[in-house]
């Protein structure tokens, strides 16, 4: 386990690597995988990002850290030993591992090594001490040069000489140590006289790796080459002639056999060892003429020792595995002919199960990871994952059958993306003809749609059809986006409640709204109500209706962005008084005392009286239109939500902007704040929200006022933060709900396509111009059509960003079983004059 050194602001320091503080993370990552079986690259402290400036660097020492130069004197001359023997071990391992196939592969990371070790100063040096008083050295800051003027660099080769290696030369005589023998070592032209110490070695300092030398004891007839490949020894045989035989293990198509087991048998006795990663075994000081035999799994074959052969080649067999699969369905009975799709190492092949449900492959490499997927015309399609062992590998799928119908979600947005909410949309299938209107997230639900069929959407705008999509509901894939249109802000929805004199609620009653050109026919709901959107402000409308015999009509004005008419509709015993008016003249003179104050009321009522003598006209009442104003806003209630695990965020802080109003908050500890009575007096005016949270990267959005509003918050990690990846990578699911990487396009402007792959559940991808901390929803560029679940499908769009970076996010389906990958392609770059490079080696 890891434990943190110091954190250092990395702003005042240039980077050596042209990609910054992400490539050396990416130099880190690539020695540690180099290095599996040891920890050379633990001479280099582990980055870890803490913000857009600062580095935490980690080590995996352990014991108490001090800088180089709080060292005495005396500890700073014993510390070079150790630090010399550290920082050449990375280059002896890397020499060991390449030499032998491309001195050039050495070159280069002798190069990639020389960048990493590079540091400001010898404050980044620090000594990792244990209790026990054993030491270790760590490099912070490595791969930063300082930003002064003519900075120094190469501060570590000043201080110990490095790609050098301690030569031990082991002088053996007739299979015996051989102590105080003199021997001469001839190096760079120039013979050197040595006696072997008390165990039978010579030693040579500070010799370069790749450097060829030679010995010999007795003469120069038993005279012995050498390369400096940093062995920890070198035997110089003397007596009986003996050498070290070097083999090679393939298979039958000549490729090396990795980490398998051989037994060779000699002089009588058996030992057994394993071949390393190109697959060579060495065994050392065998006699001239010895017979080895070798042996691996099946194979065998007997070799002689030769003094002057330098490989043997010995055929092997190479490890297989076998991977039996049962396909069963819910009850456990084996399911025959499901197709069973085998995908591994760029390859795929398919068989079909055979009437107990099970298939079963062979000669497949083992230590590899399979996808297997299951499909059938009757079955739902069920992928996973195995990763084989040598010998037989068994599995058991269980699929179910496909439903034929389900519930189908219909997402209304505009061109920005943003949810439409109360809207009208007509849906359409084989099957049925409703319409419903969008809740506060802009969705409606359809239930019991048949798979495979076809579902007409049409949001309908003032009794006309606006914007019109034909989707195809397919298991797997609930939700669906339909891009319609938002009400203007210059035009009214409204809403009319119809009641009858028992102020009871008319419901199936036929709404006729007309502006002279124009007219809709609505029914009321069961509740006695209907809803017109995008009626236009400051226009006369006239609204009628009939009921109980009775026409009721009234001109109406829209004025504000929501309205609501109560219209009372059927008989007036006033309208029944008022027509026996004309009857009862005669007697007026006798009742003028209550007419009076009846006449006065009729003028103060929204009710015109006319022409009520003309013959066989209808009873028509014109009623002036009651407008109840929308309730005053009373505040926005925020949650502040974890954008990977949906858990609260308490502590965030909240800066509210309207207009001229700022509010600021704290969210509480379930995550929420509600902010009560905002004076909200413009419904054009859009709000602004920005949040801040420790650990976890700001975000600002703005939106038209909704009572309820959800944010997500990212965590500034290696996942989420602004370090690009290049184009052209693989980008795997790393089983988070919800994951955002930004990517170097390399190009600010042109075309660009994104391979998309998602199973289980449909996942959805976003694509935001520039980096994860400044995405927003005015700032996308290309988004897919809700969820969808596809194996694969590639998706090209225009996109303009000036510093060539884009941002992927992917919202998946499933908190637990959402599984995805998408490759960015890099764009084409301009084509460029040809230039012709010329290398002297």
């Known amino acids: 386990m890891s434990q943190p050194i110091i954190t250092t602001d990395i702003s005042q320091i240039r980077p050596v690597f042209a990609d910054g503080a992400g490539e050396n993370i990416k130099r880190y990552t690539q020695l540690k995988m180099m290095f599996r079986t040891g920890k050379e690259y633990a001479v280099l402290a582990e980055p870890m990002l803490d913000g857009p400036q600062k580095i935490t660097w980690h080590t995996e020492f352990e014991g108490t850290p001090a800088p180089f130069n709080k060292l005495t004197e005396e500890e700073q001359e014993a510390a070079k030993g150790r630090i010399k023997f550290q920082v050449n071990q990375l280059y002896k391992s890397v020499f060991k591992q390449l030499y032998r196939s491309s001195m050039s592969d050495v070159a280069d990371m002798f190069n990639v090594i020389d960048s990493c070790i590079e540091i400001p100063d010898y404050d980044n040096i620090y000594r990792i001490q244990k209790p026990d008083g054993k030491s270790n050295y760590v490099l912070i800051k490595w791969g930063f040069i300082s930003d002064d003027f003519n900075a120094q660099s190469g501060l570590v080769k000043k201080l110990v000489p490095i790609k050098v290696d301690t030569v031990r030369i082991k002088v053996i005589k007739n299979s015996k140590t051989a102590s105080n023998e003199p021997v001469t070592v001839i190096y760079k032209g120039h013979e050197n006289q040595y006696t072997t110490d008390s165990k039978g070695y010579v030693i040579m300092e500070d010799i370069p790796l790749g450097d060829a030398f030679s010995a010999y004891a007795e003469d120069k007839a038993s005279i012995t080459d050498y390369i400096c490949d940093g062995s920890d020894e070198y035997h110089l045989l003397i007596g009986t002639r003996s050498a070290d035989m070097n083999f090679v293990v393939t298979d ?13 048998t000699y002089d009588g006795r058996t030992y057994f060892e394993t071949t390393d990663s190109q697959g060579r075994i060495r065994l050392r000081d065998i006699a001239e003429g010895t017979e080895v035999v070798c042996k691996q799994r099946n194979a065998s074959k007997s070799f002689i020792c030769d003094i002057n052969q330098r490989e043997y080649l010995f055929e092997g067999e190479r490890p297989v595995a076998e991977i039996d699969v049962a396909v069963m369905d819910e009850n456990g009975d084996g399911v025959p002919g499901i197709d069973v799709k085998f995908t591994f190492n760029d390859k795929s092949l ?74 009208l949309v007509r849906c359409e299938t084989d099957d049925f003809k409703q319409e419903f209107y969008t809740n506060e997230a802009g969705e409606l639900t359809l239930d019991q749609v048949s798979y495979n069929s076809n579902v007409v959407c049409t949001q309908i705008i003032n009794g ?6 034909t989707f195809t509901f397919v298991p797997l ?29 008319v419901p199936n009653l036929r709404i006729t709204i007309d502006d002279g050109h124009n007219f809709i026919n609505r029914i009321t709901n ?112 925020l949650t502040i939500k974890d954008g990977k695990t949906g858990a609260p965020v308490p502590g965030a802080k909240i800066k509210l ?78 089983g988070y709900h919800s994951t955002i990487r930004t990517i170097n396009v390399k190009v600010p402007k042109g075309k660009v396509t994104i391979g998309f792959a998602t199973f289980y559940i449909g996942d959805e991808m976003i694509v935001y111009k ?25 998706f090209t769009f225009d996109y303009d960003t000036p510093d060539g970076i884009i941002t992927v996010r992917i919202n998946g389906g499933d908190n637990s079983k959402t599984q995805w990958y998408f490759k960015v392609f890099c764009p084409q770059q301009p084509k460029q004059a040809k230039q012709t490079n010329t290398t002297t080696k």
């Open 252 to 264: 039958a198509t000549g490729q090396p056999i990795a980490d398998t087991d051989v037994s060779f």
């Open 350 to 423: 398919s068989v079909s199960t055979d009437r107990n449900g099970k298939v079963s492959i062979d000669n497949l490499p083992p230590d590899t990871d399979f996808e297997i997927e299951c499909s059938g015309n009757k079955y739902q399609t069920i992928s996973t994952h195995l990763t084989t062992h040598e010998g037989l590998n068994m599995t058991e799928i269980k699929i179910k059958k496909v439903s034929t119908k389900g519930s189908m979600t219909i997402k209304v947005v505009d061109e920005s993306g943003v949810p439409i909410a109360n809207t």
């Open 464 to 469: 006309l059809g606006s914007h019109r999509h």
């Open 477 to 505: 894939q609930n939700s669906y986006v339909l891009k319609g249109m938002k009400i203007l802000a210059d035009v009214t929805d409204l809403c009319i409640h119809v009641t009858n004199k028992k102020k009871e609620a």
């Open 526 to 637: 069961r509740d006695g109500e209907i809803h017109v959107q995008g009626l236009e402000r400051g226009k006369s409308y006239n609204i009628s209706t009939e009921y109980d015999g009775k026409t009721t009509e009234l001109n109406y004005i829209p004025k504000q962005p929501q309205e609501r008419l109560n219209l009372q509709v059927g008989r007036s015993n006033i309208g029944f008084l008022l027509w026996l008016i004309p009857l009862l003249g005669l007697l007026a003179w006798l009742i003028v005392a209550f007419l009076i104050p009846k006449i006065q009321e009729m003028k103060n009522a929204p009710i015109i009286v006319e022409d009520t003598t003309a013959k066989n006209k209808p009873d028509t009442t014109t009623i002036v239109p009651v407008v109840q104003e929308p309730d005053p806003i009373k505040g926005i209630l």
């Open 657 to 734: 902007e309207y207009g001229k109003t700022n509010l600021s908050a704290v969210s509480d500890s379930l995550g929420k704040f509600n902010f009560d009575n905002v004076p909200m007096d413009d419904s054009t005016l859009q709000v602004k929200v920005t949040v801040t949270a420790d650990g976890r990267q700001d975000y600002t959005t703005s939106f038209l006022y909704t009572p309820e509003k959800v944010i997500e918050l990212l965590e500034t990690s290696f996942d989420t933060n602004d370090i690009p990846v290049n184009c052209g990578t693989k980008i795997e699911s790393k």
């Open 770 to 794: 520039g980096k994860a901390s400044e995405i927003s929803d005015d700032k996308i560029l290309f988004r897919t059509d809700g969820y969808i679940k596809t194996n694969y499908k590639t």
